[in-house]
């Protein structure tokens, strides 16, 4: 499995951006597709995630009602929509694929390159 992140740049604060994450080579059904960030001087971090199977969707205190994620099964891609966006949102973004969706970034065993997100005040 090979993943791109994509959708990534400068935004000021209050702002949306969409992330998107393709997938492509041998993909699993069962899969779920995590988002992770990891700002400068800081660990990564789940943002949110979704599963291949039913679209069924988990996040992160800090990104619930402000961001929502989904999948496009026909594409293989996730998006991350981002809304009302702040400055400690910034940092880079990174898609996963695993076989179960968790906030352990151990647990995926497919990475994108990640994608800079940054949020001016």
């Known amino acids: 499995v090979q993943l791109q992140a994509s959708g990534g740049g400068l935004v000021q604060a209050g702002g949306s951006l969409r992330l998107s994450c393709a997938a492509s080579g041998r993909t699993f059904s069962n899969y779920a597709t995590g988002w992770f960030r990891q700002a400068p001087g800081k660990a990564r971090e789940f943002v949110g995630g979704?599963?291949?199977?039913?679209?069924?969707?988990s996040y992160a205190d800090s990104a619930k009602g402000r961001f929502t994620i989904a999948r496009d099964s026909a594409k293989k891609t996730v998006f991350l929509q981002m809304n009302s966006l702040k400055p400690e949102d910034t940092a880079v973004y990174y898609c996963?694929?695993?076989?179960?969706?968790?906030?352990?970034?151990?647990?995926?065993?497919?990475w994108g390159q990640g994608t800079l997100v940054t949020v001016s005040s």
């Open positions: 996963a694929a695993g076989p179960r969706l968790t906030v352990r970034s151990a647990s995926y065993d497919y």
């Open positions: 979704v599963r291949w199977s039913d679209g069924s969707t």
